[in-house]
């Protein structure tokens, strides 16, 4: 899914939604905290946005279907005036130029008395195909799994063909990081359509213990708790796999940013747009 409307905060103390995107380096207060870095994969239409969000903000995403436009400050909005403490506040990044590219998500959680800063990037749908490797994958994704240290890999229990993606995926999770343990949980979205359902527990069990992964069957538009369980466990077992130290991994001896956010170039245009009108300005007076 897609999320059009523009990025805000919910822990500032404005009334008005700040922009925030996620700069390019990282935040003063995450540099403290230990960060973990996760992506979101699977086919189209298993309900990556929606487990996303619905973790983030408790919400189903498709409440605000019928107005897409605005269910991003909406959610925000409804959590700020809760006034919950920062461990609930997050910050999103939207990219508004193009239909396929996914959303980075920030968020403080506390785990076992631990401040940590989780990122969480949606993305792109991936899709089989016929070639070699058996698997569509944007280059965007690829990108998002070299930068993550976690993945959350997800079906719908209504779609089987959703299912088949996921070995193929993780075999392209394993090519990008080829060496050492790969943190990853198996979600089995959607478990409030029972009569529709394509794909059994069993099923679904099996294939987690053959990825070396635990199984979630989740449904996020019914329940926040199991979606939560799921992402903390994710979290717990990344924490596990990067040991010590402040929690950055190094990779082939590179300290590597995450993936590029083309709202990130757009702001930068924007902001030259500015600049150069000013200085056009400034010019004529
Ligand atoms: N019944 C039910 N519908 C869900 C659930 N989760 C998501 N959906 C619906 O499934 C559709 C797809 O959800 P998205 O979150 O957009 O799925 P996605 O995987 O991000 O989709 P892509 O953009 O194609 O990658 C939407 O209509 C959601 O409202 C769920 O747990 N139960």
């Not at 905060?9 to 939604?17: D, E, I, K, R, V």
């Not at 990081?177 to 794909?199: E, F, M, W, Y």
């Amino acid at each position: 899914m897609r999320l059009t409307a523009g990025p805000g905060t919910m822990s500032g103390g404005s009334a008005n939604f700040l922009l925030v995107p996620i700069p390019e380096f990282p935040l003063p207060d995450s540099a403290l905290a230990r960060t973990v870095k996760i992506a979101v994969l699977g086919a189209s239409n298993v309900g990556k946005t929606a487990l996303i969000v619905r973790f983030l903000t408790k919400r189903f995403i498709g409440d605000y279907e019928a107005n897409t436009g605005e269910c991003v400050s909406v959610l925000l909005k409804q959590n700020k005036k809760k006034s919950q403490p920062s461990s609930s506040s997050f910050i999103l990044v939207i990219n508004p130029l193009s239909g396929s590219a996914g959303a980075l998500y920030s968020r403080k959680v506390t785990l076992d008395g631990e401040e940590v800063s989780l990122q969480v990037q949606d993305t792109p749908c991936v899709a089989l195909q016929d070639d070699p490797e058996g698997l569509y994958c944007q280059e965007q994704i690829n990108r998002s799994i070299y930068w993550a240290d976690g993945y959350v890999l997800v079906f719908s229990i209504t779609d089987h063909s959703s299912y088949r993606t996921i070995q193929p995926l993780y075999q392209h999770v394993r090519r990008i990081h080829p060496s050492g343990n790969i943190p990853v949980i198996l979600v089995g979205n959607k478990s409030d359509l029972l009569r529709a359902r394509q794909v059994s527990a069993d099923e679904g069990e099996t294939l987690a213990a053959s990825l070396g992964g635990a199984y979630f069957e989740v449904s996020a538009r019914e329940n926040h708790e199991g979606v939560h369980a799921a992402f903390l466990h994710l979290c717990q077992e990344v924490i596990r796999a990067l040991g010590g130290g402040n929690g950055e991994k190094r990779k082939g001896g590179l300290h590597l940013a995450r993936p590029k956010s083309p709202n990130m170039q757009e702001l930068k245009r924007r902001f030259r747009q500015v600049l150069s009108s000013k200085v056009k300005s400034a010019t004529t007076i």
